[in-house]
């Protein structure tokens, strides 16, 4: 099935250093949405997106619908220790009724 | 939280062993997804639920069989579990209005 190609892979950044990840698809969706996952529990909803070009924010977090609705954007400013964990975009291609296509993910860890 | 549980939440078995795993919501959502999530391939759709008895074959449905005869139980059968089906795997929630879809806490299963 299609895989939504999220990048970067991993990142390691210092404590209050600003994150930026991206997911592109060659599809267009309707709708994105970003997850946060821990070690041994279920991913988290984050930010949801319905709108080219919407811009929404969740604390420090703030994401981006693209314009072309192929692409979404996430931001974390001012990482803390806890924001470590695996952030994955998913997305509803057209068509595709309530199915959830996922990312691969990008792992963040913060050093002190 | 989105009121979801799922039982068990650890479980090792023989390979050839019949095994059912439960979802139980409390939000009364229309939408019920089963997921399983391994190293590499990230989060895969099994099978989904429309409504009561209405369901349908997720990417990886092959050896699973599902069952949804009230709102609020979706359960995943493995016939008979083989060492392939060895992952976690995650329920999750969804309604018609919108898009988003929350997770369960997930249920490690270990075929041997």
């Known amino acids: 099935g299609q895989q939504l190609n999220q990048s970067p892979q991993s990142m390691f950044i210092q404590e209050g250093e600003d994150v930026s990840m991206n997911c592109t698809s060659s599809?267009?969706?309707?709708?994105w949405l970003w997850y946060k996952q821990e070690p041994g529990e279920g991913p988290v909803l984050l930010i949801a997106?319905?709108?080219?070009?919407e811009l929404t924010s969740n604390g420090r977090l703030t994401a981006q619908f693209g314009i072309t609705r192929k692409d979404s954007f996430l931001n974390i400013s001012a990482s803390i220790p806890s924001d470590v964990g695996i952030y994955f975009c998913?997305?509803?291609?057209?068509?595709?009724?309530?199915?959830?296509?996922f990312g691969t993910g990008t792992r963040l860890q913060v050093t002190l | 939280d989105a009121g979801i549980t799922q039982s068990p939440r650890h479980k090792v078995t023989e390979t050839g062993t019949p095994v059912t795993l439960r979802c139980h919501q409390t939000?009364?959502?229309?939408?019920m997804y089963w997921y399983r999530q391994d190293p590499g391939h990230g989060l895969r759709l099994i099978h989904y639920?429309?409504?009561?008895?209405?369901?349908d074959k997720g990417e990886v449905s092959d050896g699973y069989s599902v069952s949804r005869s009230k709102t609020e139980d979706f359960l995943l059968t493995l016939e008979s579990a083989t060492s392939s089906q060895t992952s976690v795997y995650f329920c999750?929630?969804?309604?018609?209005?919108?898009?988003?879809?929350?997770f369960g806490p997930g249920t490690r299963l270990t075929v041997t």
């Open positions: 998913a997305g509803i291609p057209t068509g595709t009724a309530s199915k959830l296509t």
């Open positions: 599809s267009i969706f309707n709708t």
């Open positions: 997106l319905y709108k080219a070009g």
């Open positions: 939000e009364n959502h229309r939408y």
């Open positions: 639920s429309y409504g009561v008895k209405d369901t």
């Open positions: 999750a929630i969804g309604r018609t209005t919108n898009y988003e879809q929350y």
